[in-house]
């Protein structure tokens, strides 16, 4: 089957940071630095990124990869690099038997030339890892959700996605019980589930909801105001005859909440024109949500493009749903769209 080994070794790279993550998710010290765009990054972001670029380029040094992060904050900030390689070390000294898949690190000034080599400009050409090491930095920071999220694009289609989501319940009926899953999807073969706790089990088949009836709806929607336009949803939500409360959660947790049936729809209204998504940001979840039998569009109906290197630039916002649902929410769209000019 093809893209086994990039499943394989994307599920085993996201899994190890995810170690690195929850540590520091459950630690006092973050080491936050606010990037120029305004927008938080934390050593876990670092970290995260460090490992799973050494992953990849090891299992496929060929390939190109497009990294959220890079290293300039770190190579200005000693005491910073020196607590993300003291993280990174420690990830990698406790996962000794992954090293033979996943290759090693063997000081921090390879780390930061190993996070570099995410700087590629992506495009429409070629094997292109699209890695985003904490998505949902805010909800990182917040104590809610977040996603650590990697995708491989072939010659501007998605092919491969995977993504953990450390803080949603593998039992969605049990809020309370074991947190933690890990999606992921190959073009073709369908999308599954299974707990992060358990890396060598087979993943289960999962698929969107069958619900049809938009009054048994839910629609799920970001926590932050700042990147989508909660207003509009509502307008929206409440145009389809949507009763329920919206589910909010940061990151791609989203994605992977309506792709296991929990929500049916999945609304991201831009707050601004001139905001360009970043590939990062929905290569996995796209994905995953397509091969759970979901639909994803922009809010004007057209496909994702992924050739448009860095960003989404020729997309603007997502619509994401059930098959059934989504001509009819993509309709909703345009109503509300149209009402505010855009
Ligand atoms: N104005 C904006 N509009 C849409 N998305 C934005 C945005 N500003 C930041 N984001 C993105 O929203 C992502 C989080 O999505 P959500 O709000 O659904 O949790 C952030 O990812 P990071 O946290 O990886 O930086 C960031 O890339
Ligand atoms: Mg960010
Ligand atoms: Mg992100
Ligand atoms: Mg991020």
């Known amino acids: 089957m093809p893209y086994t080994n990039e499943r394989r070794i994307a599920e085993l790279a996201i899994q190890r940071a995810c170690i690195l993550t929850e540590r520091v998710y459950n630690s006092q010290v973050k080491g936050t630095i606010m990037k120029g765009d305004k927008s938080p990054v934390t050593i876990a972001d670092f970290g995260a990124q460090a490992l799973i670029i050494s992953s990849v380029s090891h299992a496929f040094p060929e390939d190109s990869i ?16 020196d607590l993300v390689w003291g993280l990174v070390k420690d990830t990698l000294d406790a996962t000794k038997d ?67 989501c450390p803080n949603l319940p593998v039992d969605p009926e049990a ?75 940061d990151s791609q947790a989203k994605y992977a909440s309506i ?28 994905l995953i949500v397509e091969e759970a039998g979901g639909v994803i569009t922009d809010i004007y109906g057209k496909e994702l493009d992924f050739r448009q290197g860095r960003t989404l630039r020729a997309n603007k916002g997502i619509v994401a749903a059930q098959t059934a649902l989504h001509p009819a929410v993509l309709k909703a769209v345009k109503e509300e769209l149209k009402v505010l000019e855009l």
């Open 259 to 286: 792709s296991r049936g929990v929500g049916e729809i999945y609304l991201r209204l831009p707050v601004s024109l001139s905001y360009e998504e970043k590939i990062w940001d929905h290569a996995a979840g796209s």
């Open 98 to 164: 992954l090293t033979s898949e996943l290759g090693d690190i063997k000081d921090s000034e390879e780390m930061l030339a190993v996070i570099d080599r995410g700087t590629h400009q992506g495009g429409a050409v070629g094997r292109i890892w699209a890695l985003d090491p904490i998505d949902g930095t805010k909800g990182f920071l917040r104590g809610d959700q977040y996603a650590v999220c990697l995708g491989l694009i072939v010659d501007g289609k998605v092919q491969v996605g995977a993504l953990v």
């Open 175 to 249: 809020p309370e019980g074991e947190k933690g899953i890990l999606l992921s999807a190959v073009r073709g073969q369908g999308a599954t589930m299974r707990p992060w706790s358990t890396p060598s089990a087979q993943g289960t088949p999962i698929s969107m909801s069958s619900v049809t009836d938009f009054s048994k709806a839910r629609f799920c929607e970001g926590v932050e105001a700042g990147h989508s336009s909660h207003s509009e949803q509502a307008s929206i939500a409440k145009s389809l005859g949507i009763t329920a409360p919206s589910i909010q959660l």
């Open 66 to 81: 497009v990294g959220e992060e890079d290293s300039s904050d770190l190579r200005a900030d000693k005491a910073k690099r």
